[in-house]
C-alpha cells in the first residue's frame, strides 16, 4: 500500500513542478492568419502534438514541451511527432490552427454562390459608432435584415423565373422550342397531344419542385451549419463594467443561436411563398377575367390573402430582435421555427392544386408577370438603401469618426452592391438559360424586360471601374517615385541598386492601395445607385429592352444600346459561370481551396445577424476556444500568456481578450502583427474597433504591443487615441532586413510584405518586454483538488 501511494504522488508531484515551471515561463498562444498555416510552421518544430481540440479547430504543442508539462489527457501527436527534442528559451509557445473552419473542405468553396448573402449580413456590422441611441441603432439592424429578406425573395424569384416562366410557361407551351428540347415533349401540348401534364397550371406546378428544393437545400445548409458553429456555447459570465468598451466584450455577443434559427425559420417561409405567389398568380389572372368558375375565383381569391397573412407574419419575425447580447440566450422559438416554414409548405401545396385544375382554354402565351415582381424588389432594395444610408448618417453626425470609412455610408453601400451583385447573379442565369433554350428569340419571349436592362448596365460600370482603376494606377505610380527618395536616404553609405530601391519602393507603394478601398467602394456605391435607377427606369417607361427602346433614336445610340445589351448579357452570364468554376476547382486543387479560403476568413468573421443563409460564422466557435484555453490556463497554472496573434488571427485575438474577465484579462499581453485592427476593422467597422473600442482594450489588457511595416498591404498601425499610440504601435519594421548583402544576410533578404515577422529580431524582444511587463509577482500553480488515492 505504501509503494502505491509513492507511485501516485511521484506523477502529482512532477505535475505540480511542471505547472510551476511553465508558469515561471509563461506561455505564448499563437493564432495564425489567413489562409491557414500548419502547427509544425508555426511552432518551427517538426513534433508536435494535438494538445486539446479536434480536427477542425485545436491547440497544439511541441512533443517535448507537452513531455515536460506531465502530459495532457486526451493529447494526439500530430504528423512527425516523436518523443524528446530540444528546450528553448522564452515562453512555452503553443498554436492554435483553425484553418479547417473556413477552408479544410473542399465543398465550402461552393459558398462562393452565396457572395450576395455574405455581403448583406457584413453591412449589418458596418453602422457607425453610436452612444446611447439604442432606437436608432436598432432600426438600423432592421432596415438591413429587410434588406436581406429582400436578397432572398430575389434568389428564389430568379429560380422560378428560369423553371417556371421560360423553361415550363415558354418553352414547353411553344412547339418550335420544346422541339429542340426532347425532354420537355411530355409537357408540351403539341408533342404529348394534350396530355395530362401538358395544361399550363401543371407544367408550373411540376416546375415548381425546382425553386421548393433551392429553398429546401438551403434551410438545410443553414441548420447544418448552425449546429456545427452556433452551437458552441461560450464561457458563461456576468456582464461587467469594462464590456461598455465593446460589444464584442459582451457574453451573448458569440451566441448567435436564437436570432439564427428564426431568421431561418422566416427566410425559409419566404422562399416558399415566393414559389407559391409564382404559381398562383397566372391561374388567378385567368380566374378573375376570364369569367371562369366562381369557386376557383373566390379559392384564388382567399389563397392570396392567405399568402400575403402568411408575409406580413414573416416581415414580422425579421422586424422583431431574436437574441439579447447582455446574456447568453439559450432559449428558441421552437413553435415558430416549425410553424413558420411548415405554414408555408402547406399554402405551396394549396397552390400547387389550385394551379393544376383543369381549365378548359387556358394557354401559355408571352411571359409570366415576373417585370412588376422583380421591379418591386428592385424599387424596395433601392428605397431601403437610401434609408440605410439616412441612419447611417445620422449616427455619424452625432460621433464622427475621421478614420470611417465613407463617413460611415460604408454599410448602407456595401448593402447595396450586395443587392445589385444578386441582381447581376440573377439576370445572368435568366439570361444564358434563355439563349440555351432559344438563342435566336425567335420562339419565345425570353426572361423580363428589367432583368435584360440590368444586365446592359454592366458594360457602363466596368467603364467607371477601368477609369478608376487607371487614376490609382496613376496615383501609385508616382508615389512608388517619390518612395525611392526615401528608400534611399533610410540606408546612406551603402551602395545603391537601383532595381533594389525599385522593388522596396514598389512594394511600398502597392502596400497603400488598401487605404484608397473607401474611394473604390463609393464609386461603385454611387454609380451602382444611379445606373440602376435608369434600369429600373428604362424598363417601366419603355416596356422594351434596351435595344428595341433605342430603335426610334439615332444610330450612334442605338449602335451603344444594342453593344451594352449583348455584351452585358454576356458578362453576366460568365460571371455565374466563373463563380460556379471556382468551386469546382476548388474539389480538385487545395491551393485554390485555400485562395477562396482566404475570402470566407475575411468575409464570415462576424454572426449571422443579418442573413440565415450566409456562410457561418467561423468566429463563434474560434473566440470561445481561445477564451477557455487562456481562462483554464491562467486559473490552472497562474502563469503569464502572451496572446501573439498575426494577420486575421490578431482580430480572433482581441476578440478572445474582449471576452475574458477583467481580472483575467490584466494578466494577458497581447502581441499583434500584420494586423488589420485599425487598418480595415476600425475603419469599416467602426462600431465595434473604432477608437474608443481598441482604446477600451488597451486599458483592460495587461499590455499589448503591435508590430506592422510599410510594405504590409493589409498591417498596420493601431493608432490608439489620447497619446498612448507609443505604448501600442512600435515603430515600422525594417523590410528588407538588410538593403544588400551583410555578414548577417550574405544572400539578397526577401521582401516579406505581410508574412514572416517572426524572422525580424525585433518580434522576440517585444515578447520578452511584454512578459517583463506583466506582473512578474506571479502566484504559484494552485494545488490539485484531488488529494492522492489513500
Wanted: glycine share 10%; charged share 20%; net charge positive.
Amino acid at each position: 500500500m505504501e509503494r502505491a501511494q509513492e507511485r501516485t504522488a511521484k506523477p502529482r508531484t512532477h505535475d505540480v513542478a511542471a505547472r510551476s515551471a511553465q508558469a515561471e515561463r509563461g506561455l505564448e498562444l499563437l493564432v495564425h492568419g489567413v489562409g491557414g498555416n500548419t502547427p509544425e510552421k508555426m511552432l518551427g518544430d517538426p513534433r508536435t502534438v494535438r494538445i486539446t481540440g479536434d480536427d477542425t479547430a485545436a491547440v497544439f504543442r511541441r512533443a517535448h514541451d507537452a513531455e515536460d508539462s506531465g502530459g495532457t489527457p486526451g493529447a494526439v501527436p500530430a504528423r512527425g511527432a516523436e518523443p524528446g527534442g530540444e528546450h528553448h528559451d522564452g515562453p512555452v509557445p503553443e498554436a492554435y490552427v483553425w484553418c479547417n473552419l473556413t477552408s479544410g473542405d473542399g465543398t465550402r468553396a461552393l459558398w462562393l454562390l452565396l457572395l450576395p448573402f455574405m455581403v448583406v449580413n457584413l453591412a449589418h456590422w458596418m453602422r457607425p459608432a453610436a452612444h446611447g441611441r439604442t432606437r436608432t441603432v436598432r432600426l438600423y439592424g432592421l432596415l438591413v435584415r429587410l434588406a436581406a429578406l429582400t436578397l432572398t425573395v430575389l434568389l428564389v424569384a430568379a429560380a422560378c423565373e428560369v423553371a417556371l416562366d421560360l423553361v415550363a410557361w415558354q418553352c414547353a407551351g411553344v412547339a418550335a422550342c420544346a422541339g429542340r428540347h426532347s425532354w420537355l415533349s411530355f409537357l408540351s401540348p403539341a408533342a404529348s397531344g394534350d396530355g395530362w401534364w401538358s395544361l399550363p397550371g401543371r407544367r408550373l406546378a411540376l416546375a415548381a419542385v425546382a425553386p421548393t428544393v433551392l429553398t429546401g437545400l438551403l434551410w438545410y445548409l443553414s441548420r447544418r451549419t448552425w449546429r456545427e458553429y452556433e452551437s458552441h456555447r461560450p464561457m458563461a459570465r456576468a456582464p461587467e463594467p469594462g464590456d461598455e468598451g465593446s460589444a464584442l466584450a459582451r457574453p451573448g455577443f458569440w451566441y448567435g443561436r436564437r436570432l439564427v434559427a428564426r431568421l431561418r425559420a422566416a427566410h425559409t417561409a419566404a422562399g416558399l411563398l415566393t414559389v407559391a405567389a409564382a404559381v398562383t398568380t397566372p391561374a388567378a389572372v385567368l380566374d378573375h377575367h376570364a369569367g371562369g368558375p366562381v369557386a376557383l375565383d373566390v379559392l384564388g381569391r382567399l389563397l392570396g390573402v392567405a399568402l400575403l397573412g402568411w408575409a406580413a407574419a414573416v416581415v414580422a419575425v425579421v422586424c422583431r430582435r431574436g437574441r439579447s447580447e447582455e446574456r447568453l440566450d439559450g432559449a428558441l422559438d421552437r413553435r415558430l421555427e416549425r410553424r413558420l416554414p411548415l405554414g408555408a409548405l402547406g399554402l405551396l401545396l394549396l397552390a400547387v392544386l389550385y394551379a393544376g385544375w383543369s381549365r378548359p382554354g387556358w394557354h401559355s402565351t408571352g411571359r409570366l408577370p415576373g417585370d412588376p415582381a422583380f421591379g418591386a424588389l428592385m424599387l424596395a432594395q433601392g428605397l431601403l438603401a437610401v434609408a440605410l444610408a439616412a441612419v447611417a448618417h445620422d449616427l455619424y453626425r452625432r460621433h464622427p469618426d475621421p478614420r470611417a470609412g465613407m463617413r460611415g455610408l460604408g454599410g448602407p453601400a456595401v448593402a447595396l452592391l450586395a443587392c445589385a451583385l444578386g441582381g447581376v447573379i440573377s439576370g445572368g442565369v435568366a439570361q444564358r438559360v434563355g439563349d440555351w433554350l432559344d438563342g435566336t428569340r425567335a420562339s419565345i419571349a425570353g426572361p423580363p424586360v428589367l432583368l435584360t436592362w440590368q444586365a446592359s448596365v454592366i458594360p457602363p460600370l466596368l467603364v467607371v471601374l477601368l477609369a478608376l482603376v487607371a487614376v490609382l494606377a496613376r496615383r501609385t505610380a508616382r508615389l512608388a517615385r517619390a518612395e525611392r527618395e526615401r528608400v534611399r536616404h533610410e540606408h546612406p553609405g551603402e551602395p545603391e541598386d537601383p532595381s533594389r530601391t525599385r522593388g522596396i519602393a514598389q512594394a511600398r507603394a502597392m502596400a497603400t492601395l488598401t487605404d484608397r478601398a473607401p474611394l473604390v467602394v463609393a464609386v461603385l456605391f454611387v454609380t451602382t445607385l444611379l445606373l440602376g435607377a435608369g434600369a429600373l427606369a428604362g424598363a417601366l417607361a419603355t416596356g422594351e429592352s434596351p435595344e428595341g427602346a433605342a430603335g426610334r433614336t439615332y444610330g450612334f445610340v442605338r449602335a451603344v444600346a444594342e453593344t451594352s445589351q449583348n455584351l452585358g448579357s454576356w458578362l453576366a452570364g460568365v460571371g455565374f459561370l466563373l463563380f460556379v468554376t471556382l468551386g469546382r476547382r476548388a474539389y480538385k486543387n487545395a491551393s485554390a481551396r485555400r485562395t477562396i479560403g482566404i475570402l470566407w476568413d475575411i468575409g464570415t468573421f462576424w454572426p449571422r445577424a443579418a442573413h440565415p443563409f450566409a456562410p457561418p460564422c467561423y468566429a463563434e466557435r474560434a473566440v470561445p476556444d481561445l477564451t477557455w484555453r487562456m481562462a483554464t490556463w491562467t486559473e490552472r497554472t497562474g502563469g503569464r500568456l502572451v496572446l501573439s496573434g498575426h494577420s486575421q488571427g490578431s482580430v480572433l485575438a482581441a476578440a478572445a481578450a474582449w471576452q475574458l474577465t477583467p481580472a483575467v484579462r490584466e494578466r494577458v499581453a497581447l502581441l499583434t502583427y500584420g494586423s488589420p485592427l485599425e487598418r480595415l476593422y476600425g475603419r469599416w467597422f467602426p462600431a465595434h474597433f473604432g477608437p474608443s473600442a481598441l482604446a477600451a482594450l488597451h486599458r483592460d489588457v495587461g499590455c499589448w504591443r503591435n508590430l506592422y511595416r510599410h510594405t504590409d498591404p493589409i498591417g498596420g498601425p493601431v493608432r490608439i487615441p489620447s497619446g498612448t499610440a507609443a505604448d501600442v504601435d512600435h515603430e515600422p519594421l525594417r523590410d528588407p532586413l538588410a538593403y544588400g548583402r551583410t555578414a548577417e544576410h550574405p544572400l539578397p533578404a526577401p521582401i516579406l510584405g505581410h508574412s514572416d515577422y517572426q524572422a525580424d529580431p525585433v518580434f522576440a524582444r517585444e515578447r520578452a518586454r511584454l512578459l517583463a511587463r506583466l506582473n512578474p509577482e506571479v502566484p504559484g500553480p494552485r494545488p490539485d483538488p484531488t488529494p492522492p488515492a489513500a
